[in-house]
């Protein structure tokens, strides 16, 4: 007797890997919150504008924004450990996920704008590479 295609329940659990131009047209759209899971020395020397800080040593899907009509996009340096998040978010019980896949690292090869410290000086720029 042959199985059914559809025996077993299709996985609602998804991680969705988005491009840095596709995070950068939500956040400009103000329709995510990006979350960025590096460690604060990462995230002081430079960062997405905008994005939240919440390390992945110390992460907690229970602490994060529910109920919101915003999507909430996890973002590290080159998108290991945001995927990481993504996947304690969907062991939490969320139906899904979003990270920026290739993290910080794709997003300035797209050439979109950093918020960079520049500790030879002390002074914070914004803007495009």
Request: glycine share 10%; proline share 8%; net charge neutral.
């Amino acid at each position: 007797m042959s199985q059914s295609p559809h025996s077993d329940p299709p996985d609602t659990h998804t991680l969705h890997e988005l491009d840095a131009t596709q995070v950068h047209a939500l956040l400009r759209a103000r329709q995510a919150v990006l979350i960025d899971v590096r460690e604060p020395g990462e995230f002081e020397a430079e960062r997405i504008p905008g994005a939240l800080l919440f390390p992945l040593s110390g992460f907690d899907p229970a602490c994060l924004p529910t109920g919101g009509a915003k999507r909430i996009i996890f973002q590290c340096g080159t998108g290991r450990r945001s995927a990481q998040a993504g996947h304690r978010v969907l062991e939490a019980g969320a139906a899904e996920a979003s990270h920026l896949a290739g993290g910080i690292r794709a997003w300035k090869e797209a050439g979109l704008p950093l918020t960079r410290f520049d500790p030879a000086s002390g002074r914070v720029h914004h803007g495009h590479l």
